[in-house]
């Protein structure tokens, strides 16, 4: 006798777990309140969708409730990049490589959704657009019985991958840990990640708009890349890296501290002889250097330029968050993703306590765990 599955959320995660379930003989049906599927995909990498990440490796994941790692590295290597690359290709879909991140070669988002809509049809897997679940209770025989907001509906097996609250795009607002809640599981405390510091001072409007590449540090932690100044602080993708620290911490209350090196090719004693004769024009964006070369001029102390110091009180919010920090709590699933509270309830992508750094890692999360959940739902 066939399963009947059901799927809670059509972002990556919830596609891939329908995808694998329909291929392995099961009748899914796929649930999204929104109007389409995949609206977060078109959003990654600026619109060309960073899809994963050749340099694959539990470090590069924060939880707060699974401090071994050990579920983390068992569902990375059951479906790893290769098994990702593998699949889209047979999908179509090929990938380019940029530093060991991995985008569709048509360098657009919109294609990674049509290919996943495709083989959804082509598995004849039930997409019910703009249906929210209210509620999950477990019957006496075992069975999901689903409350939406069109009907009620039991099922064999359900999958929860409804995604965080993070990124105004996604429509996503909850869902999932309301409904892990509601069969008793343990939701970490979430918080924004990925996302824009806010910072002290008056200055920031003067050299808002300049990118340049820089190393920032925040709390004994340094990333490099290309810093964004905007009229409140700082963004960029070394900022969105720290930020998964840095948002926990300020959750916390704790005191954020740290400082910006803007030239980090160039040593101190390099850069002391360089303005012993020059300004900062030739190695800065002008609006830039100006800025820095007063304040030097003024100290004479070199750290303005190689140490500036910055102090975060805030961040950019959810709705500006490529990803939701904290979830349901690792220590309440098996390897398989499956409860240890329901046998036959699964959970899958950002509705977990697993977060990754930026480069394709929350993608390539949401592969390995849609394809978990997906093929031990079906099989088990």
Not at 109 to 125: F, G, P, W, Y
Not at 243 to 255: K, T
Request: net charge negative.
């Amino acid at each position: 006798m066939q399963k009947k599955i059901a799927i809670i959320g059509a972002g990556a995660s919830g596609c891939m777990a329908a995808i694998v379930a329909a291929k392995n003989n099961c009748i899914v049906t796929l649930f999204e309140s929104n109007d389409q599927i995949g609206k977060k995909i078109l959003a990654t990498g600026n619109g060309r969708c960073n899809i994963s990440n050749n340099n694959l490796s539990e470090t590069y994941y924060y939880s707060e409730s699974d401090v071994d790692n050990n579920k983390l590295i068992h569902i990375l290597d059951e479906f790893s990049f290769e098994n990702t690359r593998d699949f889209f290709k047979e999908l179509g879909l090929y990938f380019t490589i940029k530093e060991s991140m991995a985008y569709p070669k048509s360098g657009q988002a919109q294609s990674v959704v049509n290919i996943l809509k495709n083989e959804l049809e082509r598995n004849h897997i039930l997409i019910r657009l703009s249906e929210r679940i209210k509620k999950i209770s477990v019957t006496d025989t075992g069975r999901f019985e689903l409350k939406t907001s069109k009907g009620i509906e039991e099922f064999d097996r359900v999958i929860i991958a409804t995604g965080g609250i993070s990124s105004a795009i996604s429509g996503s607002d909850g869902d999932g840990y309301y409904l892990a809640k509601q069969l008793g599981h343990t939701v970490v405390d979430t918080c924004p990640a990925l996302v824009q510091l806010k910072c002290d001072g008056n200055f920031w409007e003067q050299i808002s708009g300049v990118r340049c590449d820089a190393c920032v540090t925040l709390a004994d932690c340094t990333e490099y890349g290309e810093l964004q100044i905007t009229d409140y602080g700082i963004s960029g993708f070394p900022v969105f890296q720290l930020s998964l620290n840095a948002c926990r911490r300020l959750q916390n209350n704790e005191f954020l501290e740290g400082y910006i090196d803007f030239l980090p090719d160039i040593c101190e004693d390099e850069l002391k002889e360089i303005l012993s004769k020059h300004n900062l024009e030739g190695l800065l964006n002008p609006k830039l250097a100006e800025f820095l070369f007063k304040k030097y001029i003024l100290s004479k102390d070199i750290n303005v330029i190689k140490k500036f110091r910055i102090t975060v009180n805030g961040h950019n919010g959810y709705k500006n968050a490529q990803v939701t920090s904290g979830g349901v709590s690792l220590t309440e699933v098996d390897t398989h993703l499956q409860s240890l509270k329901y046998k036959g309830l699964y959970f899958t992508g950002e509705v977990l306590d697993i977060t990754g750094k930026c480069g394709g890692y929350n993608l390539q999360w949401a592969w390995s765990s849609g394809y978990v959940a997906g093929m031990h739902a079906s099989k088990t």
